[in-house]
């Protein structure tokens, strides 16, 4: 399974999930399951922002070797499941590659669906979309840069547990 994780920058969230996604399937033994990112405005060819590597590391992640890159038409068709942290940037994948409707959730929308749903595959995510509609707001996770050290931590925090949520629950792919 390859997942593709969408922010804006590409320099905070995105590559946190892609390395707490590939620190996670090393440590569950998922050689199956890959992972990369891109940004709808990524600052192409920067590293991590410092701050968000330095979370990165503290859970786990290898920030090293890292560079940001545009979201493009291929990279999402590519993807077998598509993660965004925003409502926003999930549309913007959908208007670029519209066929993915159904391998396309915001990570937060992906473990709220996986817990409420059961589910297993991704397959089980779309199908428990209109079943288990959110009632709490836009299912976003906010974007940390310019924040101080803290709201790092929470925003990292905040995709490694959902991303425990959804490694242990989504598998049979």
Same mark, same amino acid.
């Given at each position: 399974?390859?997942?593709?994780?969408?922010?804006? =920058?590409?320099?905070?969230?995105?590559? +946190? &999930?892609? !390395? $707490? *996604?590939?620190?996670? %399937?090393?440590?569950?033994? /998922?050689?199956?399951?890959?992972?990369?990112?891109?940004?709808?405005?990524?600052?192409?060819?920067?590293?991590?922002?410092?701050?968000?590597?330095?979370?990165?590391?503290?859970? =786990?992640?290898?920030?090293?070797?890292? +560079? &940001?890159? !545009? $979201? *493009?038409?291929?990279? %999402?068709?590519?993807?077998? /499941?598509?993660?965004?942290?925003?409502?926003?940037?999930?549309?913007?994948?959908?208007?670029?590659?519209?066929?993915?409707?159904?391998?396309?959730?915001?990570?937060?929308?992906?473990?709220?669906?996986?817990?409420?749903?059961? &589910?297993?595959?991704?397959?089980?995510?779309? %199908?428990?979309?209109?079943?288990?509609?959110?009632?709490?707001?836009?299912?976003?996770?906010?974007?940390?840069?310019?924040?101080?050290?803290?709201?790092?931590?929470?925003?990292?925090?905040?995709?490694?547990?959902?991303?425990?949520?959804?490694?242990?629950?989504?598998?049979?792919?």
């Amino acid at each position: 399974m390859h997942v593709l994780f969408v922010c804006t =920058g590409n320099v905070c969230r995105s590559p +946190t &999930a892609e !390395r $707490l *996604t590939l620190a996670f %399937a090393e440590e569950l033994g /998922l050689t199956d399951l890959t992972a990369e990112s891109a940004g709808t405005r990524a600052m192409v060819g920067h590293p991590m922002e410092p701050t968000a590597a330095q979370v990165l590391e503290g859970l =786990g992640g290898d920030p090293s070797g890292f +560079t &940001a890159r !545009r $979201l *493009t038409e291929d990279l %999402a068709v590519d993807a077998d /499941l598509v993660l965004t942290m925003t409502e926003r940037q999930r549309e913007k994948v959908l208007a670029m590659a519209p066929e993915q409707l159904k391998k396309t959730f915001t990570l937060r929308e992906a473990a709220r669906l996986a817990v409420a749903a059961d &589910a297993k595959t991704v397959a089980d995510l779309a %199908a428990a979309r209109p079943k288990h509609r959110s009632a709490d707001g836009p299912e976003d996770i906010s974007d940390p840069i310019g924040q101080d050290e803290e709201t790092f931590l929470a925003v990292g925090s905040e995709i490694a547990d959902l991303l425990g949520v959804l490694t242990r629950s989504v598998r049979n792919y």
